[in-house]
């Protein structure tokens, strides 16, 4: 079995991915798949597979109760801003070329330096990328039998179907997605039993994790999930254990010279015995460290830390680490793509790739065949690979409104 697996889910209906459940009409969702639901899918299938008593076995606590990760599948626009970052608080305009600063690499500044805007900055709470597709669904709300209430309707918000989203396991939880043998290729996602997503799923064992950040002798490490970590007395602690990174990123000795973090709890679900686990304070998903190493890390340890994460709880999700590169300004952009402007012939095509770039799939082969078999000057030509290589969708979308404007 190998150490890590890239699990790639596309959710075949809204799927509904429950936070703490809240006393009023609506329910609070996710806006991604949290890796304690796709423990809990892979979990169900297993039992089905091998009986409910096997819930007991040594094997099943090994692999869903052990050392190993389920991390959080996440498309690009649903991970959260480093808390690192100071973000622009009004809209940036088209002449910004920087959209954030990251004081993770040493970054600072107040103000946009750009005279027509000149917004000020603001430290980021962790929030989204960007938009992320959701519908609101109105169900009816049961009763602890699953019987429906009368008149009780209420509105819920769901992650929309057709998205794709993406993420490790790690370590001895591989196994959990070969439940039968053979790769898992369907699973029910999602947090209520009433409204379980159908997904289809891809597992990829051969697919590389890209390397924690690396900046001279300094690791920043930044949570895409909230992060479940404790002092040497076994009290909540805002900062990974040294130990466990130095061990883990195979140097003799780490300190954690920088952190940016929040705050904030966290409930869950025990599902052997049916009870709600009592509330533990956590770090917010986005929380950013500056990690300095006495020796270099080694590649594929930084690429191994990404696939495991880090701290307690990973099993349910927690401590699942991510990469940022900020995304550069429209203002950086427009002179590369102008050329594009010269024939309004592709732009209905681009257009269309929006959508399926929302959704995390574009179908670019037709692209490149239009690419190949060419008849385009070269600085059109250039463009044109260029808005293929643009994976931010609010960078697409404001780009593909500057080439048609006329
Ligand atoms: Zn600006």
């Not at 959990?176 to 039993?193: C, I």
Request: hydrophobic fraction near 35%; include cysteine; aromatic fraction near 8%.
């Amino acid at each position: 079995m190998n150490e890590h697996a890239l699990v790639t889910v596309t959710l075949e209906e809204p799927m509904v991915a429950g936070k703490n459940p809240r006393a009023d009409s609506r329910q609070d969702s996710h806006d991604h798949i949290p890796g304690s639901v796709l423990r809990g899918a892979l979990a169900a299938v297993w039992l089905r597979e091998h009986g409910t008593g096997a819930n007991t076995s040594p094997e099943f606590e090994r692999i869903f109760e052990g050392e190993g990760s389920f991390g959080p599948l996440h498309y690009a626009s649903s991970k959260p801003v480093p808390l690192s970052m100071l973000t622009h608080k009004y809209e940036p305009t088209d002449e910004c070329h920087t959209l954030w600063w990251d004081r993770a690499r040493g970054e600072k500044a107040s103000y946009c330096p750009v005279d027509n805007c000149a917004s000020p900055l603001e430290e980021s709470k962790g929030q989204p990328y960007d938009e992320v597709p959701s519908i609101d669904r109105t169900m009816v709300a049961l009763s602890t039998e699953g019987v429906a209430l009368d008149g009780s309707l209420y509105s819920q918000r769901a992650v929309q179907d057709g998205l794709l989203l993406r993420g490790w396991v790690h370590g001895d939880a591989v196994r959990a997605l070969y439940p039968e043998g053979t790769a898992v290729d369907s699973l029910l996602l999602g947090s209520r039993r009433s409204l379980r997503g159908e997904a289809t799923v891809e597992v990829d064992t051969e697919a590389v994790p890209e390397p924690v950040e690396l900046y001279g002798e300094e690791v920043v490490l930044r949570l895409a999930a909230p992060g479940a970590f404790v002092d040497e007395f076994g009290m909540p602690s805002a900062t990974p254990d040294p130990e466990e990174l130095s061990e883990q990123l195979g140097v003799s000795q780490v300190e954690i010279i920088d952190s940016w973090t929040r705050w904030e709890e966290a409930g869950g679900w025990h599902a052997a015995s049916g009870l709600p686990k009592p509330v533990e304070r956590v770090v917010a998903a986005g929380s950013t460290y500056r990690v300095k190493c006495v020796e270099l890390p080694t590649e594929t340890a930084r690429r191994r830390l990404m696939a495991r994460g880090i701290g307690l709880r990973r099993r349910e999700g927690f401590g699942a680490l991510y990469r940022c590169e900020p995304p550069w300004g429209i203002g950086a952009w427009t002179s590369k793509v102008a050329p594009l402007k010269r024939s309004r012939r592709l732009l209905p095509a681009f257009r269309k790739r929006l959508e399926e770039l929302r959704k995390g799939v574009p179908d670019d082969d037709r692209f490149h065949k239009a690419l190949r078999d060419g008849g385009f000057e070269e600085d059109y030509a250039e463009a044109f690979r260029t808005m293929l290589r643009i994976d931010d969708v609010k960078l697409y979308e404001q780009l593909l409104d500057f080439l048609e404007k006329p």
